[in-house]
C-alpha cells in the first residue's frame, strides 16, 4: 500500500516499519532508537541479526544523539557529499540498541539526499534505521513497486518517491587511527573521495568474516542463474540455454541484450542495474550473462554487484 507523508510519521512513531525512497535504493525504515522498531526491521527482511543496519540523519543535532563524536577527518568528506549516498561509521551513542550494530561498537551514519526522505526524517523526534527494502540476500529495490512486491504484506506500506536516481547502495567508509577504509563500494566513487581528503583509501569490500555484510560474498543475487564475465565466453559456456545477455552498451549478437546503458554512462548503469537484474529475473531464462564493466568510479561499484550477485 502506497502511503502520505503523514501516515508514514505516524506509523513510525508507533514504532512501525514501513518503505522509504532514497536516492540508493528503496530502505525498510523504523524508528533507531527503539529496538522494537529495530527488531521488527531484521524480521521483514528476514535478515540475520549479526548484518547491522545504518542509521539516517537529516541534521547535526539528530547526529549528535547517535554518535558520541565526530572525528575531525570526517569533515571534508561530510561537507562535499552530505546529503548524498556517503555512509560512515562512528563510535555510537548509547541511545543507539545494540541490535542496530550487531553489537559492534560504531554505527554506520548517513545524511540521504532524497527530498521526501529528509522531509519525513525532519518532522520527526527520532533517526531512522533502514536498510535496503529487499528480503535478505536478494536484488535491492529501486522503486516503490518493487518493495510492494516483495515484503507488501510484512509493513506498514511504503512511502512513493519514484524512481532512485543512484540506483546502488551508499559507499560506506571507515577511519580509524587517520587511516581511511573503504568498507562498501557505493554512489561515491572512491576517486573522488580520494580526490576531497587527498590521499589515496584502502579498499576492504569482501571478507568471510564481514565487518560489513555487504561484504558478504554472495548478496543482491537474482533467483536466475547469473554468470559474470566476457559475453562471447559465457555464450560457449552456456550453449544451447536460453541466455540473456546484461551488457553495458549495446552488444551486437545472436542473443537476447538487455544493455544497461546504451550510451556508455556509468551512471545511467548505475541506476538500471537493479531494475534490469530484477526485469530480466522475472522473463523466464536460464542464465544471464553479465558483461565487466570499465573498473573506473561508479563501474566499480557495480561489478562489485554482479560479482557478489553472480554463481561461482
Ligand atoms: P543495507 O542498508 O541493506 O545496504 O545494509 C547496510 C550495510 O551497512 C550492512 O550490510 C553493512 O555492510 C554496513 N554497516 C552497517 N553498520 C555497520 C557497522 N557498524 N560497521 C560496519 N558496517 C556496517
Ligand atoms: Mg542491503
Redesign the pocket.
Known amino acids: 500500500m502506497l502511503i502520505t507523508q503523514f501516515q508514514a510519521h505516524h506509523l513510525l512513531t508507533r514504532n512501525e516499519v514501513i518503505g522509504v525512497p532514497t536516492e540508493t535504493?528503496y530502505?525498510l525504515a523504523g524508528n533507531a532508537f527503539s529496538e522494537t522498531a529495530v527488531a521488527k526491521i531484521f524480521e521483514a527482511k528476514n535478515r540475520p541479526t549479526f548484518?547491522?543496519?545504518?542509521v539516517h540523519v537529516a541534521s547535526h543535532e539528530m547526529l549528535s544523539e547517535v554518535v558520541s563524536h565526530v572525528p575531525e577527518e570526517y569533515l571534508e568528506l561530510m561537507q562535499h557529499f552530505w546529503p548524498g549516498p556517503l555512509?560512515l561509521?562512528f563510535q555510537k551513542s548509547t541511545e543507539i540498541p545494540d541490535l542496530v550494530?550487531?553489537g559492534?561498537p560504531?554505527?554506520?551514519v548517513r545524511w540521504p539526499a532524497h527530498p521526501e526522505f529528509q522531509a519525513l526524517l525532519q518532522s520527526l523526534p527520532f533517526p531512522l534505521a533502514?536498510?535496503?527494502a529487499?528480503p535478505f540476500g536478494y536484488i535491492?529495490p529501486t522503486s516503490a513497486q518493487h518493495v510492494m512486491d516483495q515484503l507488501g504484506d510484512k509493513i506498514g506500506g511504503v512511502l512513493e518517491g519514484g524512481e532512485c536516481e543512484v540506483g546502488v547502495?551508499?559507499t560506506?567508509v571507515?577511519v580509524e587511527n587517520g587511516e581511511f577504509k573503504v568498507?562498501?563500494l557505493g554512489g561515491i566513487a572512491v576517486e573522488d573521495i580520494e580526490r576531497v581528503i587527498g590521499k589515496k583509501v584502502a579498499v576492504q569490500t569482501s571478507s568471510s568474516q564481514?565487518?560489513?555484510?555487504?561484504?558478504?560474498d554472495q548478496h543482491y543475487a537474482p533467483k536466475t542463474k547469473l554468470w559474470w564475465g566476457d559475453i562471447q565466453e559465457g555464450l560457449k559456456l552456456f550453449e544451447g540455454k536460453k541466455i540473456a545477455v546484461l551488457s553495458f552498451m549495446a552488444s551486437e549478437g545472436d542473443y537476447f541484450n538487455q544493455p544497461l546503458s546504451a550510451r556508455g554512462s556509468l551512471t545511467e548503469a548505475a541506476a538500471h542495474l537493479f531494475k534490469y537484474m530484477r526485469q530480466l529475473d522475472g522473463q523466464g531464462w536460464e542464465v544471464i550473462i553479465a558483461e565487466p564493466l570499465p573498473n573506473i568510479g561508479l563501474g566499480r561499484a557495480i561489478n562489485d554487484r554482479l560479482l557478489r550477485a553472480s554463481i561461482k
Open positions: 535504493v530502505g548484518d547491522p543496519l545504518i555512509t561509521l550494530t550487531s559492534l560504531k554505527v554506520a533502514a536498510p535496503s529487499n535491492s547502495e551508499s560506506i571507515d568498507l562498501r564481514p565487518a560489513a555484510p555487504g561484504m558478504l
